[in-house]
Protein backbone atom coordinates (compact mmCIF):
# COMPACT_ATOMS: atom_id res chain seq x y z
CA UNK A 1 0.00 0.00 0.00
CA UNK A 2 2.91 2.25 0.95
CA UNK A 3 4.40 1.69 -2.35
CA UNK A 4 0.96 2.81 -3.90
CA UNK A 5 0.97 5.97 -2.07
CA UNK A 6 4.86 6.69 -3.13
CA UNK A 7 4.25 5.99 -6.56
CA UNK A 8 1.35 8.04 -6.81
CA UNK A 9 3.18 10.95 -5.37
CA UNK A 10 6.15 10.52 -7.99
CA UNK A 11 3.24 10.21 -10.57
CA UNK A 12 1.37 13.78 -9.56
CA UNK A 13 4.77 15.45 -9.26
CA UNK A 14 5.83 14.70 -12.92
CA UNK A 15 2.49 15.81 -14.30
CA UNK A 16 2.88 18.51 -12.35
CA UNK A 17 6.49 19.41 -13.23
CA UNK A 18 5.60 18.36 -17.32
CA UNK A 19 2.63 21.19 -16.82
CA UNK A 20 5.30 23.67 -15.68
CA UNK A 21 7.45 23.14 -18.45
CA UNK A 22 4.80 23.15 -21.25
CA UNK A 23 3.58 26.58 -20.08
CA UNK A 24 7.18 27.89 -20.13
CA UNK A 25 7.61 26.20 -23.88
CA UNK A 26 4.45 27.82 -24.47
CA UNK A 27 4.98 31.50 -22.94
CA UNK A 28 8.36 31.88 -24.49
CA UNK A 29 6.93 30.22 -28.37
CA UNK A 30 4.52 33.70 -27.29
CA UNK A 31 7.19 35.96 -26.76
CA UNK A 32 9.09 34.30 -29.32
CA UNK A 33 6.56 35.13 -32.27
CA UNK A 34 5.40 38.49 -31.26
CA UNK A 35 9.38 39.50 -31.54
CA UNK A 36 8.52 37.97 -35.46
CA UNK A 37 5.99 40.68 -35.32
CA UNK A 38 8.31 43.34 -34.53
CA UNK A 39 10.59 42.10 -37.04
CA UNK A 40 8.43 42.15 -40.00
CA UNK A 41 7.38 45.86 -38.99
CA UNK A 42 11.51 46.61 -38.40
CA UNK A 43 11.96 44.99 -41.82
CA UNK A 44 9.15 47.39 -43.46
CA UNK A 45 10.80 50.20 -41.93
CA UNK A 46 14.57 49.47 -42.99
CA UNK A 47 12.93 48.35 -46.55
CA UNK A 48 11.36 52.28 -46.62
CA UNK A 49 14.63 53.81 -45.92
CA UNK A 50 16.58 53.33 -49.16
CA UNK A 51 13.48 54.81 -51.08
CA UNK A 52 13.28 57.61 -48.32
CA UNK A 53 17.21 58.39 -49.27
CA UNK A 54 17.21 57.81 -52.53
CA UNK A 55 13.98 60.38 -53.23
CA UNK A 56 16.13 62.96 -51.23
CA UNK A 57 19.64 62.15 -52.63
CA UNK A 58 18.74 65.11 -55.66
CA UNK A 59 17.80 67.89 -53.07
CA UNK A 60 20.02 67.33 -50.56
CA UNK A 61 23.08 67.29 -52.63
CA UNK A 62 24.94 69.34 -49.53
CA UNK A 63 23.91 66.65 -46.88
CA UNK A 64 25.60 63.77 -48.06
CA UNK A 65 26.63 63.44 -44.45
CA UNK A 66 23.33 63.23 -43.47
CA UNK A 67 22.42 60.54 -45.94
CA UNK A 68 24.99 58.58 -45.59
CA UNK A 69 24.79 58.42 -41.74
CA UNK A 70 21.08 57.19 -42.30
CA UNK A 71 22.42 54.61 -44.64
CA UNK A 72 24.86 53.63 -42.52
CA UNK A 73 22.24 53.12 -39.01
CA UNK A 74 19.78 51.34 -41.69
CA UNK A 75 22.48 48.84 -42.61
CA UNK A 76 23.58 48.37 -38.58
CA UNK A 77 19.96 48.13 -37.74
CA UNK A 78 18.97 45.52 -40.26
CA UNK A 79 21.84 43.79 -39.34
CA UNK A 80 21.28 43.59 -35.46
CA UNK A 81 17.45 42.33 -36.55
CA UNK A 82 18.86 39.68 -38.40
CA UNK A 83 20.75 38.08 -35.72
CA UNK A 84 17.90 38.89 -32.82
CA UNK A 85 15.76 37.77 -35.48
CA UNK A 86 17.15 33.95 -35.43
CA UNK A 87 17.40 34.61 -31.79
CA UNK A 88 14.77 36.60 -29.64
CA UNK A 89 15.67 34.66 -26.81
CA UNK A 90 18.78 35.60 -26.91
CA UNK A 91 18.26 39.03 -24.41
CA UNK A 92 21.59 40.53 -25.89
CA UNK A 93 20.43 40.40 -29.57
CA UNK A 94 17.70 41.73 -28.88
CA UNK A 95 19.51 45.04 -26.50
CA UNK A 96 21.34 45.06 -29.71
CA UNK A 97 18.46 45.70 -31.77
CA UNK A 98 17.45 48.14 -29.13
CA UNK A 99 20.80 50.31 -29.48
CA UNK A 100 20.92 50.21 -33.49
CA UNK A 101 17.25 51.12 -33.93
CA UNK A 102 18.13 54.06 -31.58
CA UNK A 103 20.81 55.17 -33.48
CA UNK A 104 18.50 55.17 -36.88
CA UNK A 105 15.92 56.91 -34.90
CA UNK A 106 18.38 59.55 -33.85
CA UNK A 107 20.02 59.81 -37.94
CA UNK A 108 16.81 59.90 -39.20
CA UNK A 109 15.61 63.06 -36.29
CA UNK A 110 18.24 64.09 -38.05
CA UNK A 111 17.62 63.84 -41.92
CA UNK A 112 13.87 64.71 -41.42
CA UNK A 113 15.65 68.22 -39.59
CA UNK A 114 17.28 68.95 -42.91
CA UNK A 115 14.90 67.95 -45.46
CA UNK A 116 12.48 70.55 -43.59
CA UNK A 117 14.95 73.48 -44.76
CA UNK A 118 14.24 72.10 -48.28
CA UNK A 119 10.41 73.17 -49.96
CA UNK A 120 10.95 71.72 -53.10
CA UNK A 121 11.52 68.16 -50.88
CA UNK A 122 8.72 69.03 -48.98
CA UNK A 123 6.29 69.15 -52.08
CA UNK A 124 8.28 65.88 -53.44
CA UNK A 125 4.92 63.49 -53.68
CA UNK A 126 7.08 60.46 -53.92
CA UNK A 127 8.67 62.19 -50.78
CA UNK A 128 5.15 62.41 -49.10
CA UNK A 129 4.30 58.67 -49.78
CA UNK A 130 7.20 57.54 -48.85
CA UNK A 131 6.48 59.56 -45.37
CA UNK A 132 3.34 58.26 -45.17
CA UNK A 133 4.16 54.69 -44.94
CA UNK A 134 6.56 55.54 -42.68
CA UNK A 135 4.93 56.70 -40.35
CA UNK A 136 2.43 54.41 -40.14
CA UNK A 137 5.57 51.90 -39.86
CA UNK A 138 6.31 53.48 -36.97
CA UNK A 139 3.20 53.41 -35.43
CA UNK A 140 3.07 49.59 -36.02
CA UNK A 141 6.46 48.98 -34.49
CA UNK A 142 4.91 50.67 -31.31
CA UNK A 143 2.15 48.33 -30.91
CA UNK A 144 4.33 45.45 -31.89
CA UNK A 145 6.55 46.20 -29.34
CA UNK A 146 3.94 47.07 -26.70
CA UNK A 147 2.60 43.32 -27.67
CA UNK A 148 6.43 41.69 -27.27
CA UNK A 149 6.67 43.51 -24.29
CA UNK A 150 3.75 42.40 -22.86
CA UNK A 151 4.59 38.96 -23.49
CA UNK A 152 8.15 39.15 -22.14
CA UNK A 153 6.33 40.46 -18.91
CA UNK A 154 4.17 36.83 -18.78
CA UNK A 155 6.78 35.10 -19.30
CA UNK A 156 9.42 36.30 -17.41
CA UNK A 157 6.89 36.85 -14.33
CA UNK A 158 5.95 32.67 -14.89
CA UNK A 159 9.66 31.67 -14.88
CA UNK A 160 10.57 33.40 -11.79
CA UNK A 161 7.90 32.41 -9.37
CA UNK A 162 8.47 29.82 -6.93
CA UNK A 163 8.49 26.48 -7.71
CA UNK A 164 8.27 27.23 -11.62
CA UNK A 165 11.84 28.54 -11.31
CA UNK A 166 12.86 25.45 -10.32
CA UNK A 167 11.93 24.51 -13.26
CA UNK A 168 12.74 27.06 -15.28
CA UNK A 169 16.46 27.05 -13.72
CA UNK A 170 16.95 23.27 -14.41
CA UNK A 171 16.21 23.52 -17.97
CA UNK A 172 17.46 26.59 -19.39
CA UNK A 173 14.46 28.62 -19.47
CA UNK A 174 16.50 32.53 -19.39
CA UNK A 175 15.00 35.52 -18.23
CA UNK A 176 13.53 37.56 -22.02
CA UNK A 177 14.64 41.37 -22.54
CA UNK A 178 11.86 43.60 -22.90
CA UNK A 179 12.38 45.93 -25.93
CA UNK A 180 12.96 49.25 -24.20
CA UNK A 181 14.40 52.55 -25.31
CA UNK A 182 16.81 54.15 -23.14
CA UNK A 183 17.14 57.33 -24.44
CA UNK A 184 14.84 60.12 -23.89
CA UNK A 185 15.30 61.38 -27.42
CA UNK A 186 15.00 58.11 -29.31
CA UNK A 187 11.85 57.69 -26.70
CA UNK A 188 10.25 60.85 -28.75
CA UNK A 189 8.23 59.50 -32.02
CA UNK A 190 10.12 60.05 -35.20
CA UNK A 191 8.89 63.35 -36.61
CA UNK A 192 7.42 62.39 -40.27
CA UNK A 193 5.44 65.64 -41.22
CA UNK A 194 6.02 67.82 -43.80
CA UNK A 195 3.39 70.73 -43.08
Do not use: C
Not at 6 to 27: C, D, E, M, P, T
Not at 106 to 116: D, I, M, N, S, Y
Not at 157 to 181: C, D, H, M, S
Request: aromatic share 10%; glycine share 4%.
Amino acid sequence: MTTWIVLAIIAVVVVWAIGIYNSLVALRNRFKNSYAQIDVQLNRRYDLIPNLVETAKAYLKHERETLEAVVAARNSALSASKLAAAHPEDAGAVQNVMQADGALTGALTKFFAVAESYPDLKANSTMNTVMEELSSTENKVAFARQAYNDAVMGYNTYREQFPKNLIANNFGFQAAALFEVDNPEVRKAVKVSFS
